[in-house]
């Protein structure tokens, strides 16, 4: 039985459910015809729901492009990432930001179109903290396929050196794009790769919100008090694959039986059944946490879509800060 | 407050002191900035301890650990040691840097942030990997500030300038610059960015150019004024945004424009001022654009002849003379 609080379990299963819903509603949107780039992140609710609630309120998040778990996790209203991702005025980035989803009272420090660019960035977050002798820390998510950029090598080492309160996370999907990481990865498990910065490496179940949760607290710990960061590895599946083109198995590159495996493994079924087991909750009270939700995202929906688009003169300002 | 003769190192490394004791969130970040090839930072970390941090060889890894410190309340100046390795950071710089503020929305989202790329100049064989001239690659971005100063005055007040900047500010230096001596008050003053410099006046033809290479173009004009050529020099200073006014002010005055950069051609800073004087002020000339700039090849990494591709006092004032 894990010393998780109800409180904490029930937000965590929540923001999941959110995260499915808004996931499904993203996708339903595309196929009317609303263009977003979708990089779904079903099969991946657990790490990136139960790391963010892991953290304190003025913790910095540094995400990346698989899905919206960092977003929702972090508290950010679906009326508002939803507008975002439309391009509306009422979105977090005044509809300049797109799928680079930020939030400055969230601490959600921006999500790079170029992969591990923000790795180094999160590291100098992490000095600026050490600097202004803050106590936050910074969660900073990448992918398998990231995984190889010169850019994390850069971007650990210097978190390493400089004792940096990062914790790194890399959601192992299995893939990059249509490319198995067989093919391009020189290790099974990125966790290995901690050796190399003197820091610790650890591998949980991607798909299991417990896990995920208890390893980002103790490496949050671990960077708040000095000790400088972790790399967690979280095994996981995108079941809906690399873009909303890829739903059913683009080009055949990876197995329908696959696909069944892991949608077994679904971390928010898994999450549902063992709330239900130790008694932490009633179906029935996860029920109305259903039902809730999809009213949210109805609401949501709605909200983004009667939004205004920016003007020409809203999108044209703030390439420079004039103050 | 008095001036002292000093270098443009030494004017450089005047201003990172007075705005290191006067603001505590500038830190400087680069490859051994403790003691410092250039010598623009040595020393600065006996004063401000741990605010100067000598960082692994990743040009790409601290400038983007820049960004990150910038955006959460520090004021990095991170030293680039060559322009050629610019192109190593060059994400951090022009998709990052650049890009974050308005990316993010705008709002409190700010990278006040000051990349000082050193060296560049060829020079002693040092070659095309140690001696390019890159500041017009970086005059693309919407969001970056270029500055590249001729002298120890605009360097120093420029580079305060620049830390003062709520914005991104690439900062290039030359390394043929840093010998150069000249006049730098004691204490604070500020150059601003954006205007250009009239270094010397003329009427009969306008030289458009910046750091190293203006002052063959002031030598050039001297020797142009013994042939009765009186040649308006002109200093950009900023590269971005340039100061168009004062470019088209001088065409007006003297119906010619010869542009004189170290870099090469195409695409170049030259092609640039070219291109804005074309655009708005055709009107004012007599005679077709010249622009002097290195040749197209690749620098030769040999002390004998590295300099045969690189515009000489007399390639400049032979583009001059070709107008009349
Ligand atoms: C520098 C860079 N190269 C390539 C891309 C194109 N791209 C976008 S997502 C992606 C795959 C990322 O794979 P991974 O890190 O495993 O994350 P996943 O999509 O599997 O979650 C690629 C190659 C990019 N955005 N940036
Ligand atoms: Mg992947």
Sequence with gaps: MPAIEKDTLLKIYSNMVRLRVFDDKVNLLVESGIRITQHSTRGQEATQIAATAALEPNDYVMPYHRGWGWAIGKGMDPKILLSE?????????????????????????GRPGVQAAHVPIAAGVGLSIKMRKAKDVVLCFFGDGASNEGNIHEGMNLAAVWKAPV???????????????????????????????GIPGAIIDGNDAIAGYEAAKEAINRARSGQGPTLIE?????????TAMDRFHLGGYRPKEEVDEWEKKDPVKKLRERLMEIRMATAQELDE????????????EKFAKE????????????????? | MAAREMTYAEALREALREEMARDERVIIMGEDVKINVWTVTRDLHKEFGDRVINCPLSESGFSGAGVGAALTGMRPVVEIMYHDFTLYAADSIANQAAKYRYMCGGGD??????????????????????????????????????????????????????????NPVVFFEHKLCYPIKGAVPAGDYTVPIGKAEVKREGKDVTIV??????????????????????????????????????????VQKTSKLVTAEEGTKMGGVGAEIAAIVAEEGLQYLDAPIKRVAAAEWIIASSAYADQMGIPQVEDIARAVKELF
Excluded at chain 2, 124 to 147: D, M, N, R, W, Y
Excluded at chain 2, 228 to 240: N, S, Y
């Design chain 1, 307 to 323: 939004s205004p688009y920016p003007t020409r003169e809203d999108i044209l300002r703030d390439v420079y800060c004039e103050a």
């Design chain 1, 85 to 109: 991702l439309m391009g509306k005025g009422t979105g977090c980035c005044a509809g300049k930001g797109g799928v680079h989803i930020a939030d400055w009272k969230l601490r959600i420090m």
């Design chain 1, 234 to 242: 979280a095994k996981t599946y995108r079941i809906h694959g690399h």
């Design chain 1, 289 to 300: 946490i259903d039902q809730k939700t999809k009213e949210e995202i109805e609401e949501a």
């Design chain 2, 109 to 166: 989202f700010k990278v006040p942030i000051v990349f000082r790329v050193a060296g560049g100049g060829s020079s002693g064989g040092s070659g095309c990997h140690h001696g390019q001239s890159l500041e017009a690659t970086f005059i693309h971005f919407p969001g970056l500030k270029v500055i590249f100063p001729s002298n120890p005055y605009d360097a120093k007040g420029l580079l305060k300038t620049a830390i003062r900047d709520n």
């Design chain 2, 209 to 250: 150019s910046y750091a190293y290479i203006l002052h063959k173009a002031l030598k050039a004009a001297d020797q142009l004024a013994e042939e009765g050529i009186e040649a308006e020099v002109i200093d950009l200073r900023t590269l971005r945004p340039v100061d168009t006014e004062c470019i088209l002010k001088s």
């Design chain 1, 167 to 197: 914790v790194f996370i890399c959601e192992n999907n299995l893939y990059a794009l249509f490319t198995p990481n067989i093919e391009t990865t020189s290790v099974q498990d990125i966790a290995d790769r901690a050796q190399g910065y």
